[in-house]
């Protein structure tokens, strides 16, 4: 699907080319509208489309100073300027800037169509290219890192392909034991950039990067096991112990074919079925039926592999909650049993605290313009201070204060569609006392003065 964002501040306008979209372009998804050019910034930024109809007479600023702006933060979007007048000097700026579709308005039905079929075209094209260049780069880096001799751009290739990466780690495995599906599911299993090969003779390689220090092997430890567990009984996985600097993949890589060699063969397929029914009746809070499914899977699965298994998933599913499993594994029935009430009731906490969270959110969005201090929220929850903070992060991957924050400059940009509305009112409406403190508040979030974005409304 190839996505389109359209700026143009007449309503009817923008109505009416959604609807020859939907009519005649059935690849073409309109994902937004603005209204200005500041709008048309901020959305190309934040959804980076694959198309943008752009208006050249918008309020704010106009349509080819959004183009500027937008090709500086979100390169690589294809333009079309829309415009009611038909001027030399219009069509030489935009030429400069690199667009190449040109409409008039009112523009006639068949004429846009095919424009818009042209750029569709021109997308695809790009696509291509870039997916032949990606593939060409990832087989020249394979081949340079796991032959050991780095090519003589060796570091230049690595910046390109994985910018700003630090630190690898590498993981092997014979090909014919990989999924088709093993790229999709690695993004499941790892938050890391990774590139993957497939080579002739056998083998499915990857190698794992991200930025700052390197980690421990803990986390690398648990994505081997996960790979170890979950893709079927024949697969032989092999991953390198540690992490290593850029210019050492190639140890790294020889180091997971060590792995491999040592790898033993995965649980049978049926066990890992009653390992899976267990850890997802504790995941959703069914823990009779987790008690029930351990209970017929301990008497037809003894081995001690099949309970390291599941031992595994149980910790792995404490880890998914934030916590950590302090226990070794069970060796009696009866340790086992208490252990499943254990995850049951870790699991039950872990819910009541993302409720207590929803508490304070709704709190917040009710309340923006009151004084709103951590202390007092932490009360409201009746949670230490401390605690509160770093829970309050946890589960909304931001601060209390940002998060206030977001919701009072939403309800600003609200009421600054409101052109009349003086400034000091709307600062005064969303808790804040100084209208100069809030202007900079709003320009730090936004990335323009209140007074320039109510301006750019209609």
């Known amino acids: 699907m190839i996505r389109l964002l359209m700026a143009e501040d007449e309503w009817l ?50 349509g080819l100073e959004a183009i500027q702006h937008i090709q500086q933060k979100a390169p690589g979007i294809h333009f079309i300027m829309v415009t009611a007048y038909d001027s030399f000097d ?43 260049y990606s593939h060409r780069l990832q087989k ?56 993957t090969d497939r080579q002739p003779n056998g083998w499915f390689r990857a190698f794992f990067f991200h930025t700052g220090k390197s980690r421990g092997s803990e986390e690398i430890e648990r994505l081997r096991r ?61 823990e009779k039926s987790a008690v029930y499914y351990w209970s017929e899977w301990w008497h037809t699965h003894p081995q001690k592999s099949s309970r390291r298994h599941l031992w595994l998933q ?50 917040v969005k009710e309340h923006y313009a009151k004084s709103l201090q951590l202390e007092d929220m932490a009360g409201y929850v009746q949670w230490s201070p401390a605690y509160f903070s770093h829970q309050f992060k946890e589960v909304t991957g931001v601060s209390f204060v940002d998060y206030v924050t977001r919701i009072r400059m939403q309800e600003a940009k609200r009421m600054l569609q409101d052109r009349e509305r003086p400034l000091k009112e709307i600062s005064i409406s969303i808790g804040y006392k100084d209208p100069n403190y809030f202007s900079r508040v709003f320009k730090k979030q936004v990335g323009c003065s209140p007074k320039q974005y109510q301006q750019g409304r209609k």
Not at 27 to 38: H, K, P, Q, R
Request: charged share 30%; glycine share 6%.
């Open 90 to 132: 219009y069509a030489r700026e935009a030429l400069k800037l690199g667009v190449k579709e040109y409409l008039l308005k009112p523009g006639k039905k068949d004429e846009t169509i095919q424009t818009l079929e042209r750029v569709q075209t021109a997308v695809l094209r790009s696509r291509q290219e870039q997916k032949q």
């Open 140 to 195: 020249l880096l394979f081949q340079s890192v796991c032959h050991g001799e780095p090519h003589e751009n060796y570091a230049e290739l690595l910046a390109e392909a994985v910018p700003r990466a630090s630190y690898g780690f590498a993981a092997v495995m014979r090909e014919e034991e990989a999924p088709e599906d093993i790229e999709e599911r690695l993004a499941q299993w790892t938050s890391d950039v990774f590139l």
């Open 13 to 62: 306008e923008r109505k009416a080319m959604k609807k020859l979209i939907a009519a005649h372009l059935p690849e073409i998804e309109v994902i937004g509208e603005a209204e200005n050019g500041l709008e048309a910034v901020e959305q190309a930024t934040r959804s980076r489309p694959d198309i943008m109809l752009m208006d050249i007479k918008m309020p704010g600023c106009n």
């Open 314 to 363: 149980l910790e792995e599913l404490v880890k998914e909650m934030n916590g950590t499993l302090e226990e070794d594994m069970p060796s009696d029935a009866a340790e086992w049993k208490r252990l499943l009430h254990l995850v049951g009731a870790y699991r039950g906490l872990h819910f009541q605290e993302h409720h207590q969270i929803e508490k304070v959110k709704a709190y």
């Open 226 to 286: 996960r790979m170890y567990f979950e893709l079927g009984e024949k697969a032989a996985v092999g991953v390198s112990h540690k992490e290593y600097e850029m210019k050492l993949l190639f140890q790294a890589y020889v180091e997971a074919l060590s792995g491999l060699e040592k790898n033993q063969a995965a649980m049978p397929e049926q066990s890992s079925q009653w390992v899976s029914s267990i850890v997802n009746a504790l995941r959703t809070g069914e």
